[in-house]
């Protein structure tokens, strides 16, 4: 594979492993200086009445993302007090096994708000600054081709406005872990360390805090800054004080573990290339997560999701400044107003009026989201796995507009 191809090759995983991005910024590349901004002012719009048949659009998006090729979709949804949980397709396409509403599934970039949350109640807690550099903190990574550690700060990280280069873009890693060498190298080690220095093969994309650019360099440096600053895994951290507090009983931490727990659904990719008529597709299912670290390695299900969304926007994980702080965005693309990023989460408002928060994930074979409305009294997760086909964003629109 040539180097152009590589760079196109994994352009476009990186977009799959940022479907946060990909998903609900619908189309709209990263672009000019940001600056910090609360979310634009407006009204949602009341949600769909709820009773029999409030969740028939959502069904129905799941439906068509398995028309359109996924091979099997998993949502839940609650609003106000009642949940739902919907289905579609096959958890495993050599037995004709369906999925069910209590799957597993590697949820991606969604570690990220995680992430974020931990960092954010180690400054409630006067352990760090935001505004610190991340050098002071990790003396010595971030250096070479342009990059300086001594003008990044750790909410530049959380923002993506550090221009640090995004590991994943690096062909010869996308070659091995996204492309032709991934059923060869599936089950390599990746330490953090190696993952940044990978992407300081590569010049900064722009200076820092001078616009917005999606890297999941700026995460695996976050979860770096947690072990720093607490002296143990970040994944630990996430398991004291968020899985363990609000009984996350699905939500794990994997860390080098290639196996999924059960239940779950098979994962498939076609590894870059598009599906062929026979159906062309790679069993993903296992994989050493170490290639994504603190960017997106954990596994959950709809329900946790949900309720770890719910407690973070109810205001029950950080205090009110440190709520401000994880809710002040920045702009993402002046062609896309309704969407803004903040710190590990995503704010968008959608067409039929109603404003959410949430994140989406893509790794080998899964594509998720999750979305809450900022009083956190509706709520939506869901998973595809496959990561060729099947439109994740269209099942969130559903759920918060219905038919409207």
Not at 121 to 132: F, K, P, S, V
Not at 154 to 182: K, W
Not at 301 to 310: A, K, P, S, V
């Amino acid at each position: 594979m040539t180097a152009t191809t590589a760079r196109r090759l994994t352009a476009r995983r990186a977009a799959a492993a940022a479907l946060a991005v990909a998903a609900l910024i619908t189309g709209a590349a990263p672009a000019a200086a940001a600056a910090p901004a609360p979310p634009p002012a407006g009204t949602a719009a009341a949600p769909p009445a709820a009773g029999p048949g409030a969740h028939r659009a959502t069904q129905e998006a799941l439906d068509a993302a398995v028309a359109a090729g996924a091979p099997g979709a998993v949502a839940g949804a609650v609003r106000g007090h009642r949940a739902w949980r919907g289905t579609a397709g096959a958890a495993d396409l050599d037995t004709g096994k369906p999925r069910t509403p209590r799957d597993r599934f590697r949820v991606g970039s969604i570690t990220k708000t995680f992430v974020a949350t931990v960092l954010l109640q180690l400054e409630a807690e006067g352990r760090i600054d935001l505004d610190e550099s991340v050098g002071s903190r990790l003396p010595g990574l971030v250096e070479g081709n342009g990059h300086d550690g001594s003008q990044v700060t750790i909410r530049q990280l959380l923002n993506h406005t550090s221009g640090i280069a995004d590991y994943t873009a690096d062909p010869d890693f996308g070659e091995r872990v996204f492309g032709s060498g991934f059923p060869e190298h599936r089950y390599d080690t990746w330490t953090p360390r190696s993952l940044v220095r990978t992407a300081m093969k590569h010049a900064p994309d722009f200076p820092p805090g001078t616009a917005w650019g999606y890297s999941n360099t700026n995460y695996v440096l976050a979860g770096l800054v947690i072990e720093e600053v607490t002296g143990r895994p970040y994944g630990r951290e996430i398991e004291r004080r968020i899985l363990r507090p609000l009984h996350l009983r699905a939500t794990s931490v994997p860390g080098t573990s290639a196996a999924m727990p059960r239940p779950s659904a098979r994962a498939y990719s076609t590894l870059g290339g598009a599906p062929s008529p026979d159906r062309d597709l790679h069993d993903v299912t296992e994989l050493n997560p170490s290639i994504a670290h603190a960017a997106g390695e954990m596994i959950s299900d709809t329900r946790d999701l949900q309720r770890f969304y719910r407690a973070l926007f109810s205001g029950r994980l950080l205090p009110e400044a440190q709520m401000a702080a994880l809710t002040d965005t920045v702009e993402v693309s002046p062609q896309a107003p309704e969407v803004r990023y903040g710190l590990g989460v995503m704010w968008r408002r959608l067409d039929c009026g109603t404003e959410i928060w949430g994140h989406g994930g893509g790794i080998h074979g899964s594509l998720s989201q999750v979305a809450v409305t900022e009083e956190a009294t509706h709520s939506v997760a869901l998973n595809l796995n496959g990561d060729f086909a099947g439109d994740t964003a269209a099942v969130v629109r559903a759920e918060f507009c219905g038919g409207r």
